[in-house]
C-alpha cells in the first residue's frame, strides 16, 4: 500500500506542478502579448488579431519576444531554440501582426502561408500546445482567420474582371495592363533590342530576353559577352513588372534598377561606364530626338535609358490564358483535371508560396525549406547559390531566393536558379519534396497539378505565346 500511496503522490504532485506551469503560461501568455488592434482597424481584422494573439504565433515567428521561463531551462531550452530556428526560418509574423494593429494592407504572401497552414491545421504545432492549451485554435477561430484574409484579398488585391467567387482566391488574373507612358514605352522598346549596350555592339536586352522564347533563353545559365557563361538561370521578362523586386537574390528594387545591371555586368553585356554608352547612343540623331520626346530632354544617361527600358517591360504582361478565363468566369476553360490540379495546387501548399496575379515574385523563400535541398542535388554551393544572403548578409537569408513567377511556367524550362531541372514534371516533384510538408506526392497528384500549370500560358500582343512566337 505504501508503494502505491507514493506513486499516487507523485502523480499528484505531477498534476499539480503541470497545472500550475500551465496556468502561469497561460497568465504569461496573455500578458505579454503583442498589443490588440487599433481603434480604426475593422472588426474582421482585429478578431484575426486577436486569434494571433492567442495562439501566440509570435514566440516562434518573430525574432524580438518575450519568451517563458522554461526558455532557460535545460533540454526545454533545446526545443524552443528549434522550434524558434525553424519558427523564423519558415515565417515572420511581425509584418502582419503590424498591418492587424494598423489596419494597414497585408502582403499577399504572408496571407498566402497563414491560409495555408490554417487549412491544413499545421498550426500551433503539438508539443507547444502540451504547455499552451489556451493556444488550440478552434474551427471559428481558424474561420476568423481566414474571413480575413479573403477580405483583404477582395478588398484590396483582386484583378478587375475577376468572377465574384474567385475573388478571394489566392490567385488572381493577370491584368490586361498597367499605366504606361507611350513615348517612354517606344523608347524603351528600341532599347531593348539595342545593341549598342553592350561593349562588343553584339548583345542586347533581348539576347537573354527572347520575346519569342517566353522571355528567357532557355539555357541553363545565360551566355554573355565573348561567350562567358553565368552563374544562374535568366527569369522570364514576362510580367516581370508584377514583381516586388528583381533578381534571384531580388538585389533589385525596380525594373530600372534590374536594368541597369546587365549592361554593366562584365559576364552579361560588358560595358564599362555609362558614359561611353550614352555616347554611343547619341550618335545616333534619331535618338536624340526619342530622348528628348519620351523625357522633355535631350540628357541620355543611365537614369533615362533604364527609365524607358523599365516602362517598356511594363507592356510585357501575358494576360487571357485559360486559368485567366476561369478565373473570371468560363468554366468550360478548364477540364476535370486541370480544375483539380489547381485545387491540389492549393492543398498541398503551393499557393503558400506561388500567388497573386503573377504567382509570385512577392517574396523570398529558402530553396529546401523542407530538407536539405543542396546536398541532394550534389556539387559544389556557389555564390549564387547563396541568394539573398550575398545581398544582406544576414545567416537567415542563405539559400533563400524570390521565388520565381509561374506565369507561362510550362515554356521556361529550365527550372529553378540553378537551371538544374529539365522539366515541368521534375520541378512538380522536386518542389513538392523541399519546400512542402507533403515530401512525396503521387504520380497522379503531379500529372494534374502539371495539367494546371499547363494553363497558365498567357497572351501576348493578343497572340497564345509559345516557344516559337
Same mark, same amino acid.
Given at each position: 500500500m505504501s508503494v502505491r500511496k507514493a506513486i499516487l503522490g507523485i502523480v499528484a504532485v505531477g498534476g499539480i506542478a503541470y497545472g500550475g506551469t500551465v496556468a502561469?503560461?497561460? !497568465?504569461?501568455? =496573455?500578458?505579454?502579448?503583442?498589443?490588440?488592434?487599433?481603434?480604426?482597424?475593422? $472588426?474582421?481584422?482585429?478578431?484575426?488579431? @486577436?486569434v494571433l494573439r492567442e495562439?501566440?504565433?509570435?514566440?516562434? !515567428?518573430?525574432?524580438?519576444?518575450?519568451?517563458?521561463?522554461?526558455?532557460?531551462?535545460?533540454?526545454? @531550452?533545446?526545443? #524552443?531554440?528549434?522550434?524558434?530556428?525553424?519558427? +523564423?526560418? !519558415?515565417?515572420?509574423?511581425?509584418?502582419?501582426?503590424?498591418?492587424?494593429? *494598423?489596419?494597414?494592407?497585408?502582403?499577399?504572401?504572408? #496571407? $498566402?502561408?497563414?491560409?495555408?497552414?490554417?487549412?491544413?491545421?499545421? #498550426?500551433?504545432p503539438s508539443l507547444y500546445l502540451l504547455m499552451h492549451w489556451h493556444a488550440h485554435m478552434s474551427t471559428e477561430q481558424?474561420?476568423?482567420? +481566414?474571413?480575413?484574409?479573403?477580405?483583404?484579398?477582395?478588398? =484590396?488585391?483582386?484583378?478587375?474582371?475577376? &468572377?465574384?467567387?474567385?475573388? $478571394?482566391?489566392?490567385?488572381?488574373?493577370?491584368? &490586361?495592363?498597367?499605366?504606361?507612358?507611350a513615348n517612354k514605352v517606344a523608347l524603351g522598346q528600341r532599347l531593348f533590342f539595342e545593341k549598342k549596350l553592350s561593349e562588343n555592339g553584339e548583345l542586347n536586352c533581348a539576347s537573354c530576353h527572347s520575346l519569342q522564347h517566353a522571355g528567357m533563353?532557355?539555357?541553363?545559365?545565360?551566355?554573355?559577352?565573348?561567350?562567358?557563361?553565368?552563374?544562374?538561370?535568366?527569369?522570364?521578362?514576362?510580367?516581370?513588372? +508584377?514583381?516586388?523586386?528583381?533578381?534571384? @537574390?531580388g538585389r533589385a528594387a525596380t525594373l530600372a534598377d534590374q536594368a541597369a545591371g546587365p549592361v554593366m555586368n562584365p559576364l552579361e553585356m560588358g560595358s564599362h561606364d555609362?558614359?561611353?554608352?550614352?555616347d554611343r547612343l547619341r550618335a545616333d540623331p534619331t535618338y536624340v530626338a526619342d530622348f528628348q520626346t519620351a523625357f522633355g530632354s535631350a540628357d541620355i544617361n543611365?537614369?533615362?535609358? *533604364?527609365?524607358?527600358? &523599365?516602362?517598356?517591360?511594363?507592356?510585357?504582361l501575358t494576360p487571357d490564358s485559360r486559368f485567366d478565363q476561369y478565373l473570371k468566369g468560363d468554366d468550360t476553360a478548364l477540364n476535370t483535371q486541370e480544375k483539380h490540379g489547381y485545387e491540389l495546387f492549393k492543398t498541398v501548399g503551393c499557393s503558400g508560396c506561388h500567388t497573386g496575379a503573377s504567382m509570385d515574385g512577392q517574396a523570398f523563400e529558402v530553396m529546401g525549406l523542407e530538407g536539405d535541398?543542396?546536398?541532394? /542535388?550534389?556539387?559544389?554551393? *556557389? %555564390?549564387? %547559390?547563396?541568394?539573398?544572403?550575398?545581398?544582406? =548578409?544576414?545567416?537567415?537569408?542563405?539559400?533563400?531566393?524570390?521565388?520565381?513567377?509561374?506565369?507561362?511556367?510550362?515554356?521556361? &524550362?529550365?527550372?529553378? =536558379?540553378?537551371?538544374?531541372?529539365? *522539366?515541368?514534371?521534375?520541378?512538380?516533384?522536386? #518542389?513538392? /519534396?523541399?519546400?512542402?510538408?507533403? !515530401?512525396?506526392?503521387?504520380?497522379? %497528384?503531379?500529372a494534374d497539378i502539371v495539367a494546371f500549370l499547363n494553363t497558365l500560358t498567357g497572351k501576348y500582343q493578343g497572340q497564345t505565346l509559345t516557344l516559337g512566337q
Open positions: 502561469y503560461l497561460t !497568465h504569461f501568455d =496573455h500578458e505579454t502579448a503583442p498589443a490588440p488592434a487599433g481603434a480604426n482597424v475593422d $472588426a474582421v481584422s482585429a478578431t484575426a488579431l @486577436n495562439a501566440r504565433c509570435d514566440y516562434c !515567428h518573430a525574432a524580438k519576444v518575450e519568451l517563458p521561463f522554461y526558455f532557460k531551462v535545460p533540454v526545454a @531550452n533545446q526545443l #524552443m531554440n528549434r522550434d524558434r530556428d525553424q519558427g +523564423l526560418r !519558415h515565417f515572420r509574423v511581425e509584418p502582419v501582426i503590424e498591418a492587424l494593429q *494598423t489596419g494597414k494592407v497585408p502582403g499577399e504572401e504572408a #496571407m $498566402a502561408r497563414i491560409e495555408e497552414v490554417v487549412r491544413q491545421n499545421r #498550426m500551433p481558424r474561420d476568423a482567420v +481566414l474571413a480575413w484574409i479573403a477580405q483583404e484579398r477582395r478588398e =484590396h488585391y483582386a484583378t478587375s474582371g475577376v &468572377a465574384a467567387r474567385f475573388a $478571394a482566391e489566392p490567385v488572381q488574373p493577370v491584368p &490586361a495592363a498597367l499605366p504606361v507612358d533563353d532557355g539555357l541553363v545559365t545565360a551566355t554573355g559577352i565573348f561567350g562567358q557563361k553565368g552563374p544562374i538561370n535568366d527569369p522570364t521578362v514576362f510580367n516581370a513588372a +508584377l514583381n516586388q523586386s528583381q533578381f534571384w @537574390n555609362w558614359g561611353a554608352v550614352a543611365q537614369d533615362t535609358i *533604364t527609365a524607358a527600358i &523599365a516602362e517598356f517591360e511594363k507592356t510585357l535541398y543542396f546536398a541532394a /542535388r550534389g556539387g559544389a554551393v *556557389t %555564390d549564387a %547559390d547563396k541568394g539573398r544572403f550575398t545581398v544582406t =548578409h544576414q545567416p537567415q537569408d542563405m539559400e533563400r531566393f524570390k521565388v520565381p513567377n509561374l506565369r507561362n511556367v510550362a515554356l521556361t &524550362a529550365p527550372y529553378f =536558379h540553378d537551371g538544374s531541372i529539365k *522539366t515541368l514534371d521534375g520541378a512538380v516533384r522536386e #518542389m513538392a /519534396r523541399y519546400q512542402t510538408p507533403d !515530401h512525396d506526392i503521387s504520380d497522379q %497528384d503531379v
